[in-house]
């Protein structure tokens, strides 16, 4: 992805090594001062700004909507961030940011380096560090990975949890000398020492319960912080076209009701997935009656893996290949629009998914998310300062929405700019102040979805139910067929299972819009797998063993349901992206 690239050191590398030109994006501006060198690469202009005088470099990459509480925009957060630097207020000047950002200043007269990250932690930073020193840092690990003073060393444990989990958590990458800056952090660098440290500006327990709201209240007061959301976000963009990919979901079909009301040029609007599959069906419907374009990006066995390889290195290995769904559309959207409003996290700022289920109340919440991550929980950094409030959300939305769904945003900005209107900090800090029976199962959503944009959900069905929202039904899941279950129980581990299941397949109405669990253990693409990962000269079957790979492999192709797709898409994203490093050190004509 896009973003920046600074290097800390006497001795620096020319500006077209591979290093920089391998990041995603164009160079928007370079500088060199001493100790340290700094690259801001970027797409069509967007989202980069810098200022630099005799005095201070300050760049920042990314979207500052408001500042404690004030719309602002980018260009004015940009100048006074210089002002509080020069006072002495940079911590406290963080603490009022609303945004998705990363920003570097740079004193000149003092060689201090700061960097900061965005309260949700949106944007990725990755910092690179030798014993003490830091050395580096970048919004992309490779291109710390490519620097000439690199050395490589796997780090096991996260291997292994990216293995197990299907993502990293917490600070993890896969490489033991490069980390990734938590959210809502300042750090100080002395360039000439080598040395840094990190303080947090903001932390979730200071989200204060409100007590005293009735539901009605909230239900009028969340649609005004998300309908102000939707304003920020459509003020930044400056092309006279705005995508948005459209789903069966709920997320995506509000973004488009508040982009009709805020955004004055056209949209399109795309989908992907296998052709009359629920998504694409109701989001003809939805983009119909909203009377914008919408094209559907087909998805089948035939087409599904088509430059996913390059996926994984826009990503760095950290998105699971299974999960590049909308990899597929990026050419189709960037031709329109280099603008993409995104429903990131709004099930879960919004919907509640997140919350535990009720039956587990009693339960700590250190033992419900060990339940999730098992013995990877420690990787999590539940029980740091930032993570202290009351229920698991917090820390789900970092581990999962950041570290997992985020890595998709990431895949898609080397030619996409994302908007996240429900990741508003004055939306959050209103929805996350309100007793948690507000938002259990969509009930607060729905209701703000009902009252304020009936003609978008009163009639129109949800993809993950089949039926409309409703203020008098909590049902959030589809319905178990008895009969169904009961035909699995019979077939399972029978010869006939693979025949049964590719027959489902193409009778039943397609729910989903992948069936990876088919695409997988059809004959060419199992051949592919088994080549990559079970060969000789496989870096994965190094790592964690031959036979443990082998045993892997042949279960799932036994339909053995403890081995789900994803652990075996995880296995195939790190083969290619350590291949694809290696290939990367190669051409650049050295290796460590």
């Known amino acids: 992805m896009p ?21 995603a994006g164009d160079k928007h501006s370079y500088f060199v001062s001493q100790h340290y060198q700094h690259m801001l690469k970027n797409v069509e202009h967007i989202a980069c700004y810098e200022y630099s005088d005799d005095r201070l470099h300050v760049t920042i990459w990314g979207d500052i909507f408001s500042i404690n509480g004030n719309d602002c925009k980018t260009e ?18 963080c603490h009022g940011l609303n945004g998705y950002f990363v920003f570097s200043v740079y004193d000149k007269q003092t060689q201090a380096l700061h960097l900061a990250t965005d309260r949700f932690g949106i944007k990725p930073l990755y910092l690179w560090v030798e014993g003490d020193r830091i050395k580096g840092f970048a919004s992309e690990p490779k291109a710390i990975l490519l620097h000439p003073d690199y050395t490589q060393e796997i780090d096991q444990s996260a291997l292994d949890t990216y293995v197990d989990v299907g993502h990293m958590l917490g600070e993890q990458t896969l490489f033991k000398n490069i980390r990734r800056v938590p959210a809502a952090t300042l750090v100080t660098i002395n360039t000439q020492a080598e040395h840094y440290q990190q303080q947090l500006y903001w932390q979730w327990s200071e989200i204060k319960p409100l007590n005293d709201i009735s539901f009605d209240e909230a239900v009028d007061k969340s649609y005004q912080l998300f309908d102000a959301s939707m304003a920020r976000c459509m003020s930044v963009v400056k092309q006279p076209k705005l995508a948005i990919t459209l789903s069966g979901g709920l997320d995506s079909r509000v973004l488009l009701a508040g982009a009709k009301q805020h955004y004055k040029g056209e949209i399109k609007t795309f989908t992907f997935g296998e052709p009359s599959c629920d998504d694409a069906v109701i ?23 088509s430059g996913r390889e390059r996926g994984v290195w826009l990503t760095d290995g950290l998105k699971n290949i299974l999960h590049m769904h909308a990899l597929s559309s990026v050419e189709l959207i960037a031709q329109e629009s280099n603008y993409l409003l995104n429903g990131y996290l709004g099930d879960v700022t919004f919907g509640g998914s997140y919350l535990f289920p009720e039956s587990q109340a009693t339960i700590s919440k250190q033992k419900r998310i060990a339940t999730r991550y ?15 409030h009351e229920n698991d959300d917090p820390v789900l939305i970092y581990n999962r929405g950041v570290r997992f769904i985020g890595a998709g945003s990431d895949l898609l900005s080397h030619q ?7 990741m508003d900090n004055d939306l959050v800090e209103f929805l996350y102040s309100l007793p948690e029976s507000f938002r259990r199962n969509g009930k607060l959503y729905h209701a703000m979805l009902l009252r304020y944009y009936p003609d978008y959900f009163a009639a129109i069905p949800w993809q993950q139910t089949g039926k409309p929202i409703s203020l008098t039904e909590n049902q959030v899941e589809p319905k178990v067929n008895p009969v169904k279950q009961q035909l699995v129980k019979l077939i399972k581990g029978s010869l006939f299972e693979r025949v049964a299941r590719k027959l489902y397949r193409s009778i039943a109405p397609k729910r989903h819009y992948v ?9 060419q693409f199992k051949q592919y797998l088994t080549d990559m990962l079970c060969m000789p000269n496989s870096r994965v079957a190094t790592l964690i063993g031959n036979d ?11 339909m053995d349901d403890s081995i789900r ?27 460590k």
């Not at 600074?6 to 591979?18: K, L, M, N, T, Y």
């Not at 069936?515 to 004959?523: I, M, P, S």
């Not at 443990?548 to 036994?558: D, G, H, P, R, W």
């Open 76 to 93: 004015d957060a940009l100048q006074n961030l210089c002002e509080q630097y020069l006072i002495d207020n940079l911590l406290e000047f």
């Open 374 to 388: 098992t013995k990877h929980v420690q990787h999590a950094n539940i029980d740091h300062d930032y993570f202290t």
């Open 283 to 305: 989001a003809k419907q939805v983009a119909d009656f909203a009377g914008v374009s919408n094209q559907l990006v087909a998805i089948d066995q035939s087409n599904w893996f």
């Open 565 to 591: 797709p994803e652990k075996i898409g995880s296995l195939l994203t790190l083969e290619l992206y350590l291949e694809q490093l290696e290939s990367g050190k190669k051409s650049a004509g050295y290796s």
């Open 416 to 422: 996409l700019h994302n908007l996240k209107p429900f």
């Open 548 to 558: 443990q790979v082998n045993k892997i492999l042949s279960k799932f192709f036994a």
């Open 3 to 23: 973003g920046m690239i600074g290097f800390i050191s006497p001795d620096q590398v020319a500006e077209d090594h591979d290093c920089f030109a391998n990041v």
């Open 515 to 523: 069936a990876y669990d088919t695409w997988l253990r059809e004959t």
